[in-house]
């Protein structure tokens, strides 16, 4: 490895350490988030889908803007908006402020996924040593993920969850200075152009969905308002479609998923981190919410998924060389799979069930990520890296946002149309009982309807037996709502695993055979272009 390599390799993984960290110290912190701005569930969803959804509408124009105008101009301008996002974030007076921030973050975090993975494909063209570098570069993705609910509960109990922000900073800086310093430039050497219509409409369909699903519970599924948000979506997806077939030079070329391994690849990666992101939110609200754990406590319970996830991120390059991918990506998924049951299981209240299903879903998702990333970036033309990384990136950003939405969303949807009901024999007076409800869906949490009562309050008085029966039904309510949401992603991940054995392809994955197939693609590409086609 040369010392361009090296350095390369180093400022783009702590690019990436920077953003993936941010994305899951959150939600240890979302607790306090709460407390200091009064939001309920669909609050809570939108600060942390906010960043997913900044990255999954600006990671494909980020890609083509790489390949273009040159990927380490962007990954430098990336890092730059990202460092100034997160000073905006810890400074945010107002959950719309922080919101804001946070999806400039996004965007800005997009820019950096996108051609901090290209900059590492363009800088080790040999199949071996990119499959070796893009596996430490995974494991370096990991350990943030690893270190980050534990770096943020300390964070929050002892300076607040301001400084989780705020901590990127110095970060970003030494990013800069090394990328300005060692990093070389590369580009598409094609002539291309930006496709606007593509982007535009790119972004409407994926920001409609989100949005859709987000406040669903809250506006009702068969109301106009999210009615036409997924009407929108779907217009707008077809657009996109039609745009792409269309454009002589797309944001995203669609006959890169007449690449098999490639296309699985894509279905595989958006399916592990929808299931798992979706998980974090709502395990994350069960341990404070529901167990009443602090911060840091809660990010010591997370460290079972967390170290699992970096040890066997760390370890799957080579076993991809021993066993294959194929097995190793089913073998991930199905572990997955029990990890959810198990986890399932454990929350009747055993910690320890909970952290081996934790454990279980770790080890999946590390054994996924790896073969699924290197396969993709070696079966696409090197040409392509930047659009092949923009689309895998914005599967990673559309998995988790659409996981954080729809599973968040399952337990919101859950609790309101049982809680009310269920709180019957301790509340019988329907207007108490309605408050109650009201206040427990709207905070996220069991123990919120204490604000409501005392002198002056919606509810004069209620007598401790009423008030522990309550918080029973709550408890109860929300461990059945998150098993519910749960199960949601079993199902998910039960499809895509069912699709993965019948249709990978045996003995695919090597990188011989990824290696052949984008020199298919490459000489279908040459042959279009040529004058005498």
Not at 4 to 15: E, N, V
Not at 341 to 348: D, N, P
Not at 432 to 446: F, L, S
Request: with cysteine; charged share 10%; glycine share 10%.
């Amino acid at each position: 490895m040369t010392r361009t390599q090296c350095f390369t390799l180093a400022a783009t993984s702590l690019g990436l350490f920077m953003i993936y960290l941010d994305a899951l110290i959150v939600n240890v912190a979302l607790p306090a988030i709460q407390s200091d701005f009064k939001v309920g569930e669909a609050g809570l969803q939108w600060v942390v889908t906010a960043y997913s959804l900044g990255m999954a509408v600006g990671i494909m124009s980020s890609g083509t803007a790489a390949d273009i105008y040159g990927r380490r101009k962007l990954y430098i301008a990336g890092i730059a908006l990202f460092t100034a996002a997160s000073a905006a974030c810890g400074m945010a007076s107002s959950l719309e402020a922080l919101n804001l921030s946070r999806a400039v973050q996004g965007v800005a975090a997009a820019t950096v996924n996108v051609t901090s993975l290209a900059l590492v494909s363009a800088a080790f063209p040999d199949p071996k040593l990119k499959n070796w570098a893009i596996g430490i570069w995974t494991a370096i993705a990991s350990t943030a993920i690893a270190i980050g609910p534990t770096l943020g509960g300390f964070m929050v109990q002892g300076t607040g969850w301001r400084s989780i922000f705020m901590v990127n900073i110095p970060v970003g800086l030494v990013v800069l200075a090394l990328t300005w310093r060692f990093v070389a430039e590369s580009r598409d050497e094609r002539p291309r152009s930006f496709d606007i219509p593509g982007q535009l409409v790119f972004m409407t369909a994926v920001g409609a969905f989100a949005f859709a699903v987000i406040e669903g519970p809250r506006a009702g599924w068969v109301s106009g308002e999210i009615l036409t948000l997924f009407v929108v979506a779907g217009a707008a997806l077809a657009a996109f479609i039609f745009c792409e077939r269309r454009n002589a030079d797309p944001m995203m070329d669609l006959k890169l998923f007449g690449n098999r391994t490639y296309s699985l690849a894509i279905i595989t990666i958006f399916a592990a981190l929808f299931a798992v992101y979706g998980m974090l939110l709502v395990i994350t609200q069960y341990m404070q919410n529901v167990r009443g754990f602090s911060p840091t406590d809660a990010g010591f319970l997370l460290l079972p998924y967390s170290m699992s996830l970096m040890i066997v991120s760390l370890t799957a390059g080579k076993l991809v060389g021993a066993v294959g991918s194929r097995r190793l990506i089913l073998l991930g998924i199905a572990s997955q799979i029990v990890g959810f049951a198990v986890l399932i299981v454990g929350l009747q209240g055993s910690t320890v069930v909970v952290s081996a299903g934790l454990v279980f879903v770790g080890v999946g998702t590390g054994l996924c990520l790896t073969p699924i990333t290197s396969l993709a970036m070696t079966a696409v033309p090197t040409e392509r890296a930047g659009m092949a990384s923009g689309i895998m990136s914005a599967q990673r950003a559309l998995g988790s946002t659409v996981g954080f939405a729809v599973l968040g969303s399952i337990l919101a949807a859950t609790l309101t149309t049982t809680l009310s009901a269920h709180l019957a024999d301790a509340l019988p007076d329907s207007i108490e009982r309605k408050d109650v409800a009201d206040m427990i869906i709207g905070n996220a949490n069991p123990r919120a309807y204490s604000a409501e009562i005392g002198p002056g309050r919606p509810i004069k008085h209620l007598n401790p037996a009423t008030q522990k029966a309550i918080l029973a039904v709550a408890d109860s309510d929300f461990v059945e709502g998150i098993r519910f949401s749960l199960a949601t992603g079993i199902v998910f991940l039960a499809l895509v695993l069912a699709a993965g054995i019948a249709w990978f392809p045996r003995g695919s994955g090597s990188i011989a055979d990824a290696e052949r197939e984008a020199q298919a693609l490459a000489s279908e590409e040459t042959a279009r272009e040529s004058p005498l086609s």
